[in-house]
């Protein structure tokens, strides 16, 4: 479960390193833009240097800040695929290791979902009523309801008119 969170974590950081790697580049585009208006503009007045410099200095910071959210981004990429390979691993482990947990004298048995035990039926059925036709009521009951599960609007305790 700790790993669950982890890797949600991860993808939430990415997600948000994208976010701020896309806006990161139109500021960059938008700074390049500015830039050779300011370069066609005044190429002798000492004040549009200064403010190109400057601008020049604002651009190269936000390009290497791209460059370390990228680089954050494939570290929180890799990180994520880390995670999640060792959560394979474990859920591998587990399901290899869980019938030798579960022994010939445990409780616990193993059913697909959505399938019903025809024992209960069977069992029930011998109680109720005589033995050679048990078998077949259990047997009709148990496929009806197998069916009625099927059904999507088929509710057992509330009835529909």
């Excluded at 002798?44 to 200095?57: F, G, H, L, P, S």
């Excluded at 050679?132 to 609007?153: F, G, H, M, R, V």
């Amino acid at each position: 479960m700790k790993m669950l969170t982890w890797s949600r974590k991860y993808k939430v950081e990415s997600e948000g390193v994208v976010i701020e790697e896309r806006a990161n580049e139109m500021e960059i585009e938008d700074l390049k833009s500015k830039l050779q208006v300011m370069k066609h503009l005044g190429q002798d007045d000492a004040a549009v240097q200064k403010k190109i410099e400057k601008m020049n200095n604002e651009l190269q910071e936000k390009i290497d800040d791209l460059q370390d959210l990228g680089s954050t981004n494939k570290t929180l990429i890799y990180k994520e695929r880390q995670s999640n390979d060792e959560l394979h691993e474990a859920r591998k482990v587990l399901i290899q290791g869980l019938p030798e947990l579960l022994g010939n004298r445990t409780n616990i048995g193993l059913k697909r979902m959505g399938e019903l035990d025809p024992k209960t039926f069977h069992d029930t059925c011998k109680s109720r009523f005589p033995p050679d036709e048990a078998k077949i009521q259990a047997t009709t009951l148990c496929s009806s309801w197998q069916e009625n599960l099927k059904n999507p609007n088929w509710h057992p305790i509330f009835r529909r008119n």
